[in-house]
């Protein structure tokens, strides 16, 4: 059963707060195929699983693979809480995922809106769809929070 937009981001800002407990920067993220299942989650561990790629978009996209048996996510959307670095935008375009919703933008490192549109470049042969500022409010507060306590 497909369900709101809002209910799946929901299901990322808990995979947030797993990596906040965790003292990894609070991004999560869950991806969810054409019927509404919920076939991959992830949530930043880049520290803890001493890898450049541990972040939470890449670790849902593995896992969703793993589940499908492919590693193209067609009619799949990956709802993250924060705009996608460029290797996570990377990883969408090569996975073929039909959309993309997040939460927050990302002033610094944001490649969908922030400092580039890359899901927008016509000369990829993937176009991911865009939705954006989904419960953008409760995923700032988590990073300001985090962030407060490293400071």
């Known amino acids: 059963?497909?369900?709101s937009d809002e209910f799946y981001m929901y299901r990322a800002l808990d995979q947030a707060h797993l990596a906040f407990t965790?003292?990894?920067?609070?991004?999560?993220a869950v991806v969810v195929d054409a019927e509404g299942n919920i076939i991959g989650v992830g949530h930043n561990a880049p520290i803890a699983s001493c890898d450049p790629s541990g972040h939470a978009e890449i670790r849902a996209l593995r896992e969703a693979g793993k589940?499908?048996?492919n590693y193209r996510l067609?009619?799949?959307t990956l709802f993250v809480t924060l705009e996608p670095c460029m290797m996570c935008a990377g990883a969408m375009v090569h996975a073929r995922l039909s959309r993309l919703v997040y939460g927050a933008t990302?002033?610094?490192t944001g490649m969908v809106e922030s400092k580039a549109n890359l899901?927008?470049?016509p000369w990829f042969n993937h176009q991911v769809a865009v939705t954006r500022g989904v419960l953008a409010v409760p995923a700032k507060k988590l990073l300001k929070q985090f962030f407060a306590t490293k400071r």
């Open 1 to 3: 059963m497909i369900r």
């Open 74 to 76: 067609e009619g799949c």
């Open 106 to 108: 990302e002033p610094r």
């Open 22 to 28: 965790q003292g990894e920067v609070p991004v999560g």
């Open 119 to 121: 899901l927008a470049q």
């Open 67 to 69: 589940q499908l048996g």
